[in-house]
């Protein structure tokens, strides 16, 4: 989502401000209060993004405000949006490179065209950690990888169920050198 100020039919956007957002969003804002870039945005912005609340993600509210019904006026991110999964990761990006996500281009993942919104849900606190769209890793993984969930399942399998070890003990989500997203160069490496 990038605004073309070369563009002369590109209106000109303006930030609104966080109560301005409220005031239509209200139910959105309650669920994102508790989330860790609430906490960070509303209490301790150390930036100009982060002072810019809901619009630090979503760009300028004002061509919103103007037409609520029309999606191409903000970013969202949803399967429904206008934007590309390459143009809604690129939001998150801006904030969240490098550490485990060093190696996440190129990654299966990425090839695949995960959206971060596909695993993340950064408007709401469902997951312990990791603003997890579902309560844990393993139900945030199995939403897109059932078969791994059938084969857990088996009589033999890796304590996952019962809690002693979870997909990202093993894989790294956000990318690695590795074509199953090891955190480690072969599974032997990994389990000694």
Request: aromatic residues 6%.
């Amino acid at each position: 989502f990038k605004i073309d100020s070369a563009n002369p039919n590109e209106p000109e956007r303006e930030f609104l401000g966080y109560a301005v957002c409220i005031g239509c969003h209200a139910i959105e804002a309650e669920h994102w209060n508790d989330t860790v870039h609430a906490k960070i945005f509303l209490k301790n912005p150390r930036t100009l993004a982060e002072r810019r609340g809901c619009e630090a993600c979503h760009g300028p509210g004002s061509e919103h405000l103007k037409a609520t019904s029309d999606r191409s006026r903000i970013i969202s991110f949803t399967r429904e949006s206008d934007l590309e999964v390459e143009q809604m990761n690129a939001v998150c990006l801006e904030c969240h490179l490098g550490g485990a996500r060093i190696q996440g281009s190129g990654s299966a993942h990425e090839t695949e065209a995960v959206a971060c919104s596909d695993c993340h849900n950064p408007m709401s606190q469902i997951s312990e950690q990791g603003l997890l769209r579902e309560p844990t890793v393993r139900e945030t993984c199995f939403s897109c990888h059932p078969r791994q969930r059938a084969e857990f399942r088996k009589r033999s399998h890796m304590p996952l169920f019962e809690g002693k070890l979870d997909c990202d003990d093993c894989h790294q989500p956000h990318g690695s050198a590795t074509e199953p997203l090891l955190r480690a160069d072969s599974t032997f490496e990994l389990c000694t």
